[in-house]
């Protein structure tokens, strides 16, 4: 299973169990004649189970995240209303919202928002909340904030010292950028030794593919990419994740025709693949073959010099280091 597969899997999980628990809340409000809660816990029972939904039908594909914007937004206007205006209603969901928050969203964003929900959870307490709990409610949120906050801490913790033994990317499988001049230096050394052809890609998502709604459609089309890269390459080649939409293929017994037929493979197929209505998803190459003299870090360097002239270009273009260089000692010449 894939680590995209597996943590819209997990969402969907916690969206099912969450939305049991609110349909469970739907019906005590009901039994007990609490009206205004029941409506509540039937909209968010609603908008979770939409969101599980959502996530099961295509492991692959995440749900809109405009819905977890939604979830997250009902849950803030809902505990904020509870505070100032219907108390004794749905105050108590606060606890949950700093963990929905950190599931959904990324560290940064996820911090930012519980920061200023906790702001602004402590002034609708201090200032409307009229009930004896409010020191109560008001110290379980911290007690379940700081809980959430050492899971994540560990969480990242754990994930840095993970990082450096991994040799594949998590998000597209790809080798680390770690491993690329160790492994290309060998490649060098053999094909000097064989006498052997190779070539290096410098591959690069085109601006269009990479200006998406969200982070989430940015890292599944990644993670597409990366498995097109897998099921296109030859067993005994390798690709690495050099920068964020940057990688590099190592091509052995590869010459420069070859490299350029490669490229140009590539090209359409991820135009045909990975593109849909909305967007048009491209790719630009660069290309460079082993030379008297190359080592591990001028190929690489060769490729993205060849790479920037083709993005220069516009969209979807391949470019040879051999015709830039070819093209710069003719205008020394001349």
């Not at 680590?3 to 009901?30: C, D, F, H, T, W």
Request: glycine share 4%.
């Amino acid at each position: 299973m894939t680590p995209v597969e597996l943590n819209n899997q997990l969402r969907s999980k916690a969206y099912s169990l969450a939305s049991v628990v609110a349909a469970i809340l739907a019906l005590g409000s009901m039994f007990s004649g609490e009206w205004l809660m029941l409506g509540f816990a039937v909209i968010f029972a609603i908008l979770l189970t939409a969101n599980w939904r959502l996530n099961a039908r295509n492991s692959e594909k995440p749900a809109p995240m405009w819905l977890s914007h939604v979830i997250v937004g009902f849950l803030i206007v809902t505990t904020l209303a509870s505070l100032t205006k219907y108390q004794h209603t749905t105050e108590q969901w606060c606890y949950i919202l700093p963990l929905i928050a950190f599931l959904i969203y990324r560290i940064q964003i996820a911090t930012f928002l519980t920061a200023g929900y906790s702001i602004a959870l402590a002034v609708a307490l201090i200032g409307y909340y009229q009930g004896p709990e409010k020191v109560q409610i008001f110290f379980i949120y911290l007690l379940s904030l700081a809980m959430t906050l050492a899971f994540v801490y560990l969480r990242e913790i754990k994930e840095q010292q993970l990082r450096p033994l991994r040799r594949t990317d998590n998000l597209t499988l790809a080798c680390t950028r770690e491993y690329l001049i160790q492994d290309l230096d060998k490649e060098v050394l053999r094909s000097e030794r064989e006498g052997t052809d190779l070539s290096v890609l410098a591959l690069s998502l085109d601006t269009a593919a990479t200006d998406l709604a969200s982070q989430e459609e940015r890292d599944h089309l990644l993670h597409r990419l990366g498995g097109l890269l897998h099921e296109n390459l030859r067993l005994f080649d390798s690709y690495y994740r050099y920068e964020t939409v940057d990688f590099i293929i190592v091509l052995p017994h590869t010459g420069s025709k070859e490299a350029n037929k490669k490229a140009a493979q590539l090209r359409l197929k991820t135009r045909q693949e990975l593109s849909s209505r909305e967007h048009t998803v491209s790719i630009s190459i660069g290309v460079s073959t082993l030379n008297v003299g190359d080592t591990a870090e001028t190929l690489i360097a060769n490729a993205k010099k060849a790479l920037t002239v083709a993005r220069s270009k516009g969209n979807n273009h391949t470019v040879a280091y051999l015709d830039i260089a070819t093209t710069e000692e003719t205008n020394l010449a001349g």
